[in-house]
């Protein structure tokens, strides 16, 4: 499994050097987009719209806006001693809470701990303290050049870290339009409404529940192939310089013959008859 991350957790005196591990993955089912006329994939290119032209990665700053069309810049440089002094700090746990105590709306990606070189020990301490306490610690990590707001827990027989959002980033629900505040409801509907959730409720089974849009798709994708239904891009062409060479020395000649201008003819000089030799002789 990759390591994303390797720091220290501490909490009071005890350090648990520890590497993080993406613990979800996406599964969805990327599709290209092709050029209807050739089938050739579509390629999106960094143009610069004064310019008028492409840019390479080098030729690209980062910026904050902090009002229209007017930006503070920051060097590379300046980021990455911001990102290095955050990300040589050890990752405190601040506080301990319990997980009910935390909505859901505020978790955001889990990722798994396994113990780094010397910290298998503390590492069995802190997993088996929440255990017995049914507790999680609430602390502060950069990841990714941001700084997260996490949660750390047991899941399974394994230390996880779940980032969670910080309140500013959770929008009000005072700014979801149309939510009625009161609403007058008949007791037979909601006793009813009621029966139907205790039909419904069952223990929680995660391996149950699958992706079925996803499975679908995948069989479509699989039958059109078993019938050959596909296309294969066509190959950029690659212009024979030689030819095109041959073709413009050519054209340049044809030019030059068309445009020479053409040499004068000499005079023809008129030569004398014997009579006029005779008559110049008298």
Known sequence: MHTMWKGTISFGLVNIPVKMHAATENKEIKLRQ????????????????????????EDIVKAYEYAKNKFVILDNEELEALKKEQEDKAVEIVDFVKLEDIDPIYFEKSYFLSPNEGGSKAYGLLRSALSDTGKIGIAKMIIRSKEQLAVIRVYQNTLVVETIHYPDE??????????????????????????????????????KYQDEYRTALLDLIEEKKNKEQTTTAKDKPVPDNVTNLMDALQASLDRAKKDKPKPKQPTKRKTKTAAQKKKAAT
């Open 34 to 57: 092709l050029h209807k006329e050739c089938k050739s994939p579509v390629k999106y290119e960094k143009v610069c719209p004064v310019c008028e032209r492409e840019i390479k990665n």
């Open 170 to 207: 959770v929008r009000s629900v005072q700014d979801v339009p149309n939510i009625p505040e009161e609403v007058k409801i008949v007791k037979k509907e909601l006793d009813t409404a009621k029966m139907l959730i205790d039909q419904l409720t069952a223990e929680f089974e995660p391996d």
